[in-house]
Every structure is written in structure tokens, then in C-alpha cells.
């Protein structure tokens, strides 16, 4: 840096003349070069911008009771939904497993949830639902756990009313691998107000 005195011309300038910027330190102007910001793409960063990028296409992709669950629970640390589903998500998301996809809202519980390759293109889930599952309603969600094209979102498989176990999702791609997810609620998807906390698993579609 170096101590300037500007000529009258210069003063109608800004604080920027090209790579110089002008400033003032204990009633001296001074001038320095701009710096120019660093922006290397490593491995790791890479993966923390794309794993936070695919968190708010994910929160972006879903909507209803999914939003109002963690909508809920983020009011209760000031927080908003979206944000507080992309920190709580972040590790898991950059680890490659399943996220937290719903936060619970109302008593509503999973007592168990797995999932295993079915036949071809098809996974089989098996699930309880804490106080049964009259009235209830169980929705799955399916996404591609390497997805090879820019994005893509989730899946709903809806079991309708009532569910028994087990529900077989098909239509998959066979030998794909799939985080897939279950939640339980109150009434159908788009007019639910009650959903318990979701359950993730990774598994692979028959092949």
C-alpha cells in the first residue's frame, strides 16, 4: 500500500480507479490493488457446493405437509423451514446417505420401515405404524441415489388408505440404487395436516 495525495482531477472519481482502490486510513488516503477473489475447485468443495445445491432443489421439488412439518419445528428455533432442512440435511447429504425428509408433526409414529429388491425394477417395503394402520395412510418416496442426469427429485407411491404390509414400488429402474423413504399421515398427501418423522433406506431395484 502507499500514501497518495490525489489531484482535484481524481477526486470525482469513486474509490475504484481500474485495479486501484482508494482508501482512508488515520486521515491519509491510501491505495492499494484489488484483490481478485480466489476461487479453486477442489474435490471437497465441489462436493459441499453440490451437495448443498441438491438440498434446496430437493426442498424446492416438495411441498405441503413436508414443508409444514419443518416449517413447525423451525419456528421454535427462529428459524425458517427451508433453511433449517438444508443444515440439519447437509452431512448426511454430502455423505451419501438418506436425509431427514420429514420432521414429525403430530403423534403420528413409524414403529419399523425396511426395504429389499423385489422383482425386476421393483422394491418391497415392510412397515408398522405405531396404534395401526386404520385410517392412516403411508406415502414412499423414491430418488436416485447416483442419478445421472442434472436432477432428479423424488417419487411419491402412494399406498392409500389403510395400508398393509408389505407395498411393493415398481416401475423402477432395475439394479438402480434408490434412497427411498417412508412417512405415514392423517389423510391423503395434499390434505394432510399430521405426519410422522420419516424413515431412509438405501436400497437397490430387482433386477
Given amino acids: 500500500m502507499a500514501d497518495v495525495r490525489l489531484n482535484p482531477v481524481f477526486e470525482a472519481f469513486k474509490k475504484q ?13 491510501r491505495v492499494r490493488r484489488k484483490g481478485i477473489p ?8 465441489v462436493l459441499v457446493r453440490n451437495s448443498l445445491a441438491e438440498l434446496v ?3 424446492a421439488s416438495m411441498n405441503g405437509i413436508m ?21 440439519e440435511n447437509f452431512d448426511k447429504q454430502r455423505a451419501g446417505e438418506p436425509v ?7 403423534t403420528l409414529k413409524l414403529s419399523s420401515f425396511s426395504a429389499l429388491p423385489g422383482q425386476s425394477g421393483e422394491i418391497t417395503c415392510s ?28 417419487t411419491m407411491h ?25 412417512a405415514v399421515t392423517d389423510a391423503e398427501y395434499d390434505n394432510a395436516t399430521e405426519v ?3 424413515t431412509g433406506v438405501i436400497c437397490t431395484a430387482g433386477n
Wanted: charged share 25%; glycine share 12%.
Fill in 67 to 87: 414443508h409444514m412439518g419443518w416449517q413447525a419445528w423451525a419456528s421454535k428455533k427462529k428459524r425458517k423451514g427451508n433453511n433449517a432442512y438444508s443444515s
Fill in 100 to 106: 431427514e425428509l420429514f420432521k414429525q408433526l403430530g
Fill in 127 to 154: 412397515f408398522e405404524i405405531t396404534g395401526g394402520s386404520s385410517g392412516r395412510f403411508i406415502n414412499f418416496f423414491t430418488k436416485r441415489r447416483d442419478s445421472e442426469t442434472e436432477y432428479e427429485g423424488f
Fill in 57 to 59: 432443489r430437493d426442498w
Fill in 196 to 198: 410422522s418423522a420419516s
Fill in 38 to 45: 480466489k476461487n479453486p475447485k477442489t474435490a471437497k468443495q
Fill in 17 to 29: 480507479i481500474g485495479d486501484l482502490v482508494f482508501y482512508e486510513y488515520n486521515g491519509k488516503t
Fill in 158 to 182: 402412494s399406498s392409500g388408505i389403510s395400508p398393509e404390509s408389505p407395498f411393493t414400488i415398481n416401475g423402477l429402474i432395475p439394479g438402480a440404487e434408490y434412497f427411498v423413504y417412508a
